[in-house]
């Protein structure tokens, strides 16, 4: 019985690698190709090992893009609180007091604050063409609109106050860190649910 669960196990594993390795060969068979600009690293750590850390201008751009948002957001409820009657306002805490007590202590909420500071979304990209051929440039954040024909969609993390689009490190072999010490950009080829597979740098 012991062997049969293992072999089951053994074969469930083999498979979902196989399948895993197969989606990836047919994204990077099928998918286009996109070029993303290396943001800055630490200097004193660029090449470790076999990989190089990497960044990316869009990280940047989302990031910044998400803090306006964000601003946006609590202007609207702070000129909103100013309309709304002192009267109502005192109904409103008094209604979210009850709730709070209501709610049992060994109750696991998560705050407003935390789901901000860890969130997840997508960002819209343009291909531009612009230094080379495929770079594409962060346009805004997805809101549902339709995209244009040059634009695609580019899933993120936000993560604290750090923001995650592809791949953080691209490995290589070893002895060969001289050919992408000069690197400006990273090359993906894009899957259609906004997730990026890194194949090189350029």
Do not use: W
């Amino acid at each position: 019985m012991r062997r049969l669960y293992i072999l089951v196990v053994l074969v469930l594993f083999l498979g979902g690698y196989a399948l895993a390795a197969q989606r990836m060969e047919a994204v990077r068979a099928e998918c286009k190709t996109i070029l993303l600009a290396l943001a800055p690293v630490d200097p004193r750590a660029p090449l470790m090992g076999d990989y190089m850390a990497l960044r990316y201008v869009v990280n940047n751009d989302i990031r910044k893009a998400l803090a306006a948002q964000k601003n946006a957001q609590r202007n609207a409820q702070e000129n909103a609180a100013k309309a709304t009657p002192k009267s109502a306002q005192k109904d409103g805490q008094k209604d979210g007091q009850k709730n709070e007590q209501k709610a049992e202590p060994s109750e696991k909420v998560t705050t407003a604050r935390e789901q901000k500071r860890n969130a997840e979304g997508f960002a819209v990209l343009r291909i531009t063409n612009a230094p080379v051929p495929q770079a594409a440039t962060f346009v805004r954040l997805d809101d549902g609109s339709p995209l244009q024909a040059d634009e695609f969609l580019l899933g993120y993390r936000l993560r604290g106050y750090e923001v995650t689009s592809a791949a953080p490190a691209f490995y290589f072999q070893e002895g060969t860190a001289h050919q992408y010490a000069g690197a400006k950009f990273g090359v993906f080829k894009l899957a259609a649910d906004g997730k990026t597979l890194l194949v090189g740098l350029q």
